[in-house]
């Protein structure tokens, strides 16, 4: 299937061409039909599945069709509301691209940066709002925007919305938007209190579900290194003389760890910033584009600033350290291997984080292979006094871990997969997945 299959107008049909797009990934090919026909959407599709266009696409062209219909100042007909500035500003990026022809306006609003430039977009009149929740009720208490001709609601990430707190603000908005619209829904999961949200939002909704969180992309290739805490920094270092891994996104649990390890790997001679949310808005913008650029060879973040980071050939995502949720292993790793493209995604595990990793594999349903060709591995001497660690916390009511311990080493100073089959890469991270990383020709 390609584009020109979904009925897209051709100025969106040359905006595509121009960015190298042919061929529509499944959650755009079977939203963007039903959006056209002006049907209420619930959307289930995990990061990097493409679903900004499968909106955006839409959203323009519907847009496009009624322009001259309304005469005078240009009035807010689309609103499109996402938890970050990152995600925010990918959105808008988005627009851009695929409106460049339509002759059709959009401003993006968030917090953290001054409003001024924001408000005079707004002034000057748009057809599309692409906002973060504070920032929008924010300019609304000040008269800024008027929504009371809005024609398109999208909720974006909506899982990300619930877990960063956020629920209040947006029931806030959806208090003053008209009863009669187009509403579109789209989260990467789909657990009963994002229902409940969904269910006060749309009406009769058509449902489309691609690549479901439990699942990770054929094109990523996985792999875990089992090391010590203290040895990590040292692992990953070893790792960066390894030239192929040019464009690499770190994860950390914490923006503490994020800045730490971020200081290590720029003390070792490897361009390396941080982001989080207590960076400025300025400096994560600015870390974000030199990244982008690839004046940034190592970017380390934590799991909600990176929700929105889209880089085309992102060679390498690394979990410096395993998320406690196995769902946010899923979302981590959708970074690279984006719509179609190949990508590595490298995991180190501490004795400690065993059951965090068990937990993965249960969800994913299958193990993840071990390299333990590396300078640090983890002893069996290691697990056993982490497991009796553990065995400690939960007799004195502590959390213990989660799940049953995975692959761990079968004898001293050796790793292996236990019971799993490893099917080890030859040769460690070096061959450890397909290099020709060529740009998927599809929009995210």
Same mark, same amino acid.
């Given at each position: 299937?390609?584009?020109?299959?979904?009925?897209?107008?051709?100025?969106?049909?040359?905006?595509?061409?121009?960015e190298?797009y042919?061929?529509p990934?499944?959650?755009?090919?079977?939203?963007?039909?039903?959006?056209?026909?002006k049907k209420?959407?619930?959307?289930?599709?995990?990061?990097?599945?493409?679903k900004?266009?499968a909106?955006?696409?839409?959203?323009?062209q519907?847009l496009?069709?009624?322009?001259g219909?309304?005469?005078g100042l240009?009035?807010?007909k689309a609103?499109v509301?996402?938890?970050t500035?990152e995600?925010?500003?990918q959105?808008g990026?988005?627009m851009?691209?695929?409106?460049k022809h339509t002759g059709l306006?959009?401003?993006v609003i968030?917090g953290?940066?001054p409003?001024?430039?924001?408000?005079?977009?707004?002034?000057a009149?748009v057809?599309?709002?692409?906002?973060?929740?504070g920032?929008? $009720?924010d300019?609304m208490?000040q008269?800024?925007i008027?929504?009371?001709h809005?024609?398109l609601?999208?909720l974006?990430e909506?899982d990300r919305m619930?877990?960063?707190?956020?629920v209040?603000d947006?029931?806030?908005?959806?208090?003053?938007?008209p009863?009669?619209?187009q509403?579109?829904?789209f989260?990467?999961?789909?657990a009963p209190?994002?229902?409940?949200?969904?269910d006060?939002i749309?009406?009769?909704?058509a449902?489309v579900?691609?690549?479901?969180?439990?699942?990770?992309a054929n094109?990523?290739q996985q792999?875990?290194?089992?090391?010590?805490?203290p040895?990590k +920094?040292k692992l990953?270092?070893?790792?960066?003389?390894?030239e192929?891994?040019?464009s690499?996104?770190v994860?950390?649990?914490?923006?503490r760890?994020?800045?730490?390890?971020?200081?290590?790997?720029?003390?070792?001679?490897v361009?390396a910033?941080?982001?989080?949310?207590?960076?400025a808005?300025?400096?994560?913008v600015?870390?974000?584009?030199?990244f982008?650029?690839?004046k940034t060879?190592? $970017?380390v973040?934590?799991?909600?600033?990176a929700?929105?980071?889209d880089?085309?050939?992102l060679?390498?995502v690394?979990?410096y350290?395993?998320?406690?949720e196995p769902?946010?292993y899923v979302? +981590?790793?959708?970074?690279t291997?984006r719509?179609?493209?190949?990508?590595?995604a490298?995991?180190f595990?501490?004795?400690?984080e065993?059951?965090?990793?068990?937990?993965i594999?249960?969800?994913i349903s299958?193990?993840?292979?071990?390299i333990d060709?590396?300078?640090?591995?983890?002893?069996?001497?290691?697990?056993?006094?982490?497991?009796?660690?553990?065995?400690?916390?939960?007799k004195?009511g502590?959390?213990?871990?989660?799940?049953?311990w995975?692959n761990?080493p079968s004898g001293?100073?050796?790793?292996?997969?236990?019971?799993?089959?490893?099917?080890?890469?030859?040769?460690?991270?070096?061959?450890?997945g397909? +290099?020709? +990383?060529?740009r998927?020709?599809?929009?995210?």
């Amino acid at each position: 299937m390609t584009f020109e299959n979904l009925n897209l107008i051709e100025p969106i049909l040359k905006a595509l061409k121009t960015e190298g797009y042919t061929q529509p990934t499944p959650i755009q090919a079977k939203s963007i039909p039903l959006i056209l026909q002006k049907k209420d959407l619930l959307g289930c599709a995990q990061t990097g599945t493409g679903k900004t266009a499968a909106f955006s696409i839409p959203i323009l062209q519907l847009l496009h069709e009624k322009q001259g219909a309304d005469k005078g100042l240009r009035k807010v007909k689309a609103l499109v509301l996402t938890p970050t500035r990152e995600l925010a500003m990918q959105i808008g990026d988005s627009m851009t691209a695929y409106g460049k022809h339509t002759g059709l306006r959009h401003t993006v609003i968030f917090g953290g940066v001054p409003q001024k430039k924001q408000t005079d977009a707004l002034r000057a009149g748009v057809d599309i709002l692409v906002a973060t929740p504070g920032r929008l $009720l924010d300019l609304m208490n000040q008269k800024y925007i008027n929504l009371q001709h809005l024609e398109l609601f999208v909720l974006d990430e909506a899982d990300r919305m619930l877990d960063m707190g956020f629920v209040n603000d947006v029931k806030k908005v959806l208090k003053v938007l008209p009863e009669q619209k187009q509403s579109l829904f789209f989260s990467a999961t789909m657990a009963p209190e994002i229902m409940k949200l969904a269910d006060t939002i749309l009406v009769d909704p058509a449902k489309v579900e691609v690549t479901p969180v439990s699942s990770t992309a054929n094109t990523i290739q996985q792999s875990v290194y089992y090391v010590k805490g203290p040895d990590k +920094r040292k692992l990953l270092l070893h790792l960066l003389k390894d030239e192929e891994m040019e464009s690499v996104l770190v994860f950390t649990r914490t923006k503490r760890g994020a800045d730490r390890v971020a200081k290590d790997i720029a003390k070792a001679g490897v361009t390396a910033e941080a982001i989080h949310g207590n960076k400025a808005q300025n400096a994560r913008v600015r870390a974000l584009d030199n990244f982008k650029s690839r004046k940034t060879r190592v $970017l380390v973040a934590t799991d909600i600033a990176a929700r929105g980071i889209d880089v085309d050939d992102l060679s390498h995502v690394v979990n410096y350290e395993l998320p406690n949720e196995p769902e946010t292993y899923v979302h +981590r790793i959708g970074r690279t291997g984006r719509a179609g493209a190949s990508g590595i995604a490298l995991s180190f595990c501490g004795a400690d984080e065993v059951p965090y990793l068990a937990s993965i594999q249960k969800l994913i349903s299958k193990n993840v292979p071990v390299i333990d060709n590396h300078p640090f591995p983890l002893t069996a001497k290691d697990f056993a006094e982490a497991a009796s660690t553990i065995k400690e916390q939960k007799k004195k009511g502590g959390r213990g871990g989660r799940g049953n311990w995975g692959n761990k080493p079968s004898g001293e100073g050796r790793s292996s997969a236990g019971s799993a089959n490893v099917n080890r890469p030859a040769g460690g991270p070096r061959n450890g997945g397909n +290099r020709n +990383r060529s740009r998927s020709h599809q929009p995210s």
